[in-house]
Structures are given as structure tokens and as C-alpha cells.
């Protein structure tokens, strides 16, 4: 009885230290989603501007490889331990009854994996536990799904294993069917890979949801429920104690939203891409190579919108032009450099706008989006880069810097890809 009380006491001092309710209930298809560096994330990282970068090149390579560019000889990641931890966490239950897991959102992925009990080399201590749920299954080697899955192969107890690589990781797992529970919606028979096995460090802790295109994804194994719509709301960064959101399925989505086409690489059919025509700055439209904002589905070139980089990357030629550009407009200052960043300020100066002109839709970035701020000192830097060379890189990717505070809308039966500003809180 006493300790109960105890517990009770210390529940209720932990509560009134929290500015936000993290267990609070998500409403029907709306999920809380938290920033990595959230009050109610258990993985907070602190990593510098610099590692961030290193992060994000990483994650270019990745997605690169993705995109089919020069696949074979990307270098997936440098030998060095990047920790390609994901940005943005969700709250999925699995299994019967639920064991709640926070799991990362990649909209450039189609797989969900989830550390399962037994893992050797998970880094979480918290891991799914199938042989507790009622309604966890093993799929057969026969299984269709099992035809999806990357690198598929029968184990002896001919069960449905697969190998991937993700980030500088490896793992190993097999495929598993169990009820997934988003907000108030059931998802019966899930499929979903179970890890046994992982090396490497860039994996989220508890897992990952992916909500590409592709045939294994959320989004295409919830068709009935969600038709291949949602919508997201990313928090930023430094507001630790908001919560943005990730709506599913086409109710309460919104009406009046600006939308570009949503474009689908017959052969890297993960990614979310759209058509960047040109890019302002200020009032001017910046002089791009049209081949460097191009969409070729033969070759993976184009832009993608990605939630899993954090600052947008744009080839080449159409970064040093916006940057030119920028440079060009920043009034007595001369830029210096930070980390991989080129193009910084000291002191209060005048930044022009910058507006991403898709196919249909304008998006001027607000300065939130557009600038970060050094904590030391008063340093204020272009929150984007080029893609790395030596890639022979083709794809630009719109990253969540640049994304938060608004709601990304995408309505793969409609073809079309919305934003609007919101504040995510
Ligand atoms: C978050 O909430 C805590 C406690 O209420 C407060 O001390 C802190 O300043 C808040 N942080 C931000 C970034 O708003
Ligand atoms: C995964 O790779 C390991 C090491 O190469 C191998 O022993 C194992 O059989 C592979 N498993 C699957 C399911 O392909
Ligand atoms: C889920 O799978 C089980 C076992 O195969 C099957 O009996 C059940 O009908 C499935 N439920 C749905 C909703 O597909
Ligand atoms: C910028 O650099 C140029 C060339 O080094 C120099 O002449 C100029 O005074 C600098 N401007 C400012 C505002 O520091
Ligand atoms: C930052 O810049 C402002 C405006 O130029 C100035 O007033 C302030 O002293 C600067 N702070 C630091 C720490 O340099
Ligand atoms: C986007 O901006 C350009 C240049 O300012 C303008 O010509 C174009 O009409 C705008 N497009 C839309 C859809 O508003």
C-alpha cells in the first residue's frame, strides 16, 4: 500500500515537471509524432551541426542507392560509425495485447522492422516480444510476402528470413504478421520483419514504419483503411515540448492546400517525388541547368520530399546558383563558413526569401526554415548544401528542416503532394 503510494507521488511530480502529456491519447487516424530530441523521446542525441551534415550524407548515399544512382558503386556509408538515427518517432502498438513501441518514421522506406526479444546486437532494451501476442504469426517461406522482402531466403524452420542494410547497419530478420494499432485504428495481420540479429549503429532503436510507396509499406498494406493517403506535420527542432502530427487515411486532411504533382519512379517506387521547376531567390529565378532539376524515371534524377534528411540537399550546379544568389543579396556581410555549412552570417543582417517553385505550387520558406542559428556566438547559416560530390548525384531531397511547421499532404490516388503552413504543436 505504500508504495503504491509512493508510486503514485512520483508519478504525479514527474507529471507536473512536464509541460506535455507524452501518454496522452492520439485521436482517431491523428498520431502525436515527437522529434528525436523530444521531451518524450528516451533517445535524445546531441549532435552537432557538423555531424548532422555527415548524418544527412549518409542518408544521401542511401537514398541515392535507392534512387538507382551508380548503384553498385555507392558507398553506402564511410567506415567511420555514423549514427543515422532517425529524426521523428511515432507511438505503434503491436501485437495482442499491445506492446507499445516508438517506432521511426521514414517516408523513403517501405519495410517496418522491430527489434524482436532474442535480438543479438539491438541497442534497445525495449523489444517485441511475439511469443507474448495472441495474434503474432511466422510467414512461410511460401508466403507472397515473402517475395517482397529484401535478399529472401528459407531458414530451417522454413520460415520467411531476410538480410538489408540500412545506414551503416545490417540486419537480419524474418517475417512476421501481427496487429498493428495506430491512434484507434487496427491494422490485423501486418507484415512486418522481426530482427534477430543487427550490427552497425544506425538503426532507430525500436524500429522503423515505412511510409513509401512500395508494396510492403503502411501505406500500401493499410490500402482499405487509409487509401494511400496522409498527412504529416513535423515539430521543430528546437521546440522540445510540441508534438507534430501524422494524419492517416483521407479524413480531416486538408481541403485547401497547394498541391504539385506527385511523381512515381516506375523503378524506385519508396520515393515521394515531385517536379522542381526553378528556384527563387528573392525576386529572382535563380539560373539552374534544367537537367539538374530534371525528372528522369530511367534514372532516379529528380527531387524527393524526405523526411529522414534533415537539411535539403540540391545537386550541384543548383545549390552554388541559390547560394550565389543569396550570397549576392546579403548586403554589406561577407559569408563564412561552419561545418559543411557555406554560407553563414554573423551579427543581424537582411536574408532575401527563397521559394521553391514546384509544377502548380510556389513554397516560400519562411526564415524558420530557411536559417539555423548557432547557439555559440550569433552565427546564422543557409540550412542547406550541396549534394555530395563524387556521387555523380541526380536527386535533390526537400529535407525536414525545411518541411516542419507545415502539413505535407500525400494523396497517392489523387497523384498530388499538398503543403501548407501550420503550427505543429
Ligand atoms: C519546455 O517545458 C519546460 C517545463 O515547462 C520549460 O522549462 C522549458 O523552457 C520548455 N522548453 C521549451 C523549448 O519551450
Ligand atoms: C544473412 O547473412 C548471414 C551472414 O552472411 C547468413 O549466415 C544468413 O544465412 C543470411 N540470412 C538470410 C535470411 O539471408
Ligand atoms: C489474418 O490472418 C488470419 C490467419 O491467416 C486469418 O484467419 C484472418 O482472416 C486474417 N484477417 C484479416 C482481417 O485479414
Ligand atoms: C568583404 O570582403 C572583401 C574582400 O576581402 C572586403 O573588401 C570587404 O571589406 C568585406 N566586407 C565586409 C562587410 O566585411
Ligand atoms: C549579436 O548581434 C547583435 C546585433 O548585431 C549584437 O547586438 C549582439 O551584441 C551580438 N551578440 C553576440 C554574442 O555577439
Ligand atoms: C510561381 O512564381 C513564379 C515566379 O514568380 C510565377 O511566374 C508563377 O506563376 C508562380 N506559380 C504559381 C503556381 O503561383
Not at 503491436?94 to 526479444?117: E, F, K, R, Y
Not at 483503411?225 to 494524419?247: D, E, I, M, V, W
Not at 515531385?274 to 529572382?284: A, Q
Request: proline share 6%; aromatic share 6%; with cysteine.
Amino acid at each position: 500500500m505504500r508504495s503504491h503510494l509512493l508510486i503514485l507521488l512520483i508519478s504525479l511530480l514527474i507529471l507536473k515537471s512536464e509541460s506535455i502529456n507524452c501518454n496522452e491519447k492520439s485521436h482517431s487516424s491523428d498520431l502525436r509524432v515527437f522529434h528525436i530530441n523530444s521531451q518524450c523521446s528516451p533517445f535524445k542525441t546531441s549532435v552537432s551541426w557538423a555531424d548532422t551534415l555527415l548524418q544527412d550524407k549518409a542518408r544521401f548515399l542511401y537514398l541515392s542507392s535507392l534512387a538507382g544512382v551508380r548503384k553498385s558503386s555507392v558507398p553506402i556509408a564511410s567506415g567511420r560509425a555514423i549514427v543515422q538515427s532517425p529524426t521523428y518517432i511515432v507511438r505503434a502498438n503491436i501485437g495482442t495485447p499491445a506492446q507499445p513501441m516508438l517506432v521511426a518514421l521514414d517516408t523513403s522506406n517501405d519495410a517496418a522492422w522491430i527489434p524482436c526479444s532474442g535480438c543479438v546486437g539491438c541497442s534497445s532494451s525495449v523489444l517485441f516480444d511475439p511469443s507474448k501476442s495472441s495474434s503474432s504469426r511466422t510467414l512461410q517461406c511460401e508466403a507472397p510476402q515473402c517475395k517482397q522482402a529484401p535478399n529472401p531466403s528459407c531458414t530451417v524452420s522454413k520460415s520467411c528470413g531476410f538480410n538489408m542494410t540500412y545506414g551503416g547497419s545490417t540486419i537480419e530478420a524474418y517475417l512476421t504478421q501481427d496487429t498493428l494499432t495506430l491512434a484507434s485504428d487496427v491494422i490485423p495481420n501486418y507484415t512486418f520483419g522481426c530482427i534477430n540479429k543487427a550490427s552497425g549503429t544506425s538503426l532507430p532503436a525500436q524500429g522503423l514504419m515505412g511510409l513509401g510507396r512500395g508494396p510492403l509499406s503502411l501505406i500500401s498494406q493499410s490500402q482499405n483503411l487509409y487509401q494511400s493517403t496522409f498527412s504529416y506535420c513535423l515539430p521543430n527542432s528546437k521546440s522540445s515540448n510540441f508534438s507534430g502530427s501524422l494524419r492517416l487515411g483521407p479524413k480531416n486532411q486538408p481541403i485547401r492546400i497547394k498541391t504539385t504533382p506527385l511523381l512515381k519512379n516506375p523503378r524506385r517506387s519508396s520515393l515521394y517525388y515531385v517536379n522542381l521547376v526553378g528556384i527563387r531567390v528573392g525576386n529572382k529565378i535563380v539560373d539552374i541547368p534544367t537537367s539538374a532539376l530534371a525528372f528522369d524515371p530511367a534514372t532516379g534524377a529528380g527531387t524527393i520530399f524526405d523526411s529522414g534528411t534533415v537539411y535539403t540537399r540540391l545537386v550541384e550546379p543548383a545549390y552554388v546558383a541559390v547560394r550565389n544568389e543569396f550570397r549576392r543579396r546579403v548586403k554589406n556581410a561577407n559569408a563564412t563558413s561552419l561545418g559543411g555549412f557555406d554560407t553563414c552570417y554573423s551579427g543581424s543582417v537582411v536574408f532575401p526569401s527563397v521559394t521553391f517553385m514546384f509544377a502548380g505550387m510556389n513554397v516560400t520558406l519562411p526564415p524558420d526554415n530557411l536559417l539555423i542559428h548557432s547557439s555559440a556566438g550569433n552565427l546564422s547559416c543557409l540550412a542547406m548544401a550541396a549534394a555530395p560530390v563524387n556521387v555523380n548525384s541526380v536527386l535533390n531531397v526537400i529535407a525536414s528542416m525545411q518541411q516542419q511547421n507545415h502539413r505535407v499532404l500525400i494523396d497517392v490516388p489523387n497523384s498530388r503532394l499538398g503543403i501548407s503552413r501550420e503550427t505543429c504543436t
